[in-house]
């Protein structure tokens, strides 16, 4: 019996950090505050389909879904974690920009704005190939007889 094994080459990559943070350095609160967050491709086309998105880690904010507030003089942040799926990048490596939309109320007034698109690169996903082989007619020496066969 043999065994053979045929390996590819592997290329390993991690998942990215996007921060978002925002500073009230007004006399009034941020209210309303609620972030969507877009990645898009290299024309500017959504695929963030291609991504496993977690949850935003929170620190000096309450939400981001429109009901987040940030008192006055504060600063809050906003941490998500994107782990590419292995779509991302199939044929090497691949850019991507992450972005999104703010949107608050300060003062009575609503604000909504665009988030300045902010580029990363995708490596392909790490990826073992195994092809094995198993003769089907194995040729050796008989153990039950004296002479070597």
């Known amino acids: 019996m ?4 045929d390996q590819e080459v592997i290329v390993s990559r991690d998942a990215f950090e996007a921060t978002l943070e925002i500073i009230d350095s007004a006399d009034s609160p941020v209210e309303g505050l609620r972030v969507d967050l877009t990645l ?3 024309e500017g086309v959504a695929v963030t389909g291609r991504f496993e998105v977690r949850p935003p880690v929170l620190t000096g904010l309450n939400a981001i879904d429109g009901t987040g507030l940030i008192q006055p003089g504060d600063t809050g942040s906003a941490r998500w974690v994107l782990v590419p799926l292995s779509e991302a990048a199939i044929d090497g490596p691949t850019d991507y920009y992450v972005s999104g939309t703010l949107s608050y109320r300060q ?3 609503n604000v909504t704005m665009p988030l300045t698109p902010a580029p990363f690169t995708v490596l392909p996903n790490a990826a073992l190939q195994v092809d094995y082989f198993q003769q089907r007619d ?3 020496d008989d153990p039950f007889t004296e002479p070597i066969e």
């Open 2 to 5: 043999s065994l053979r094994l």
């Open 138 to 140: 194995v040729f050796s």
């Open 107 to 109: 003062e009575g007034r």
């Open 40 to 42: 898009l491709d290299q």
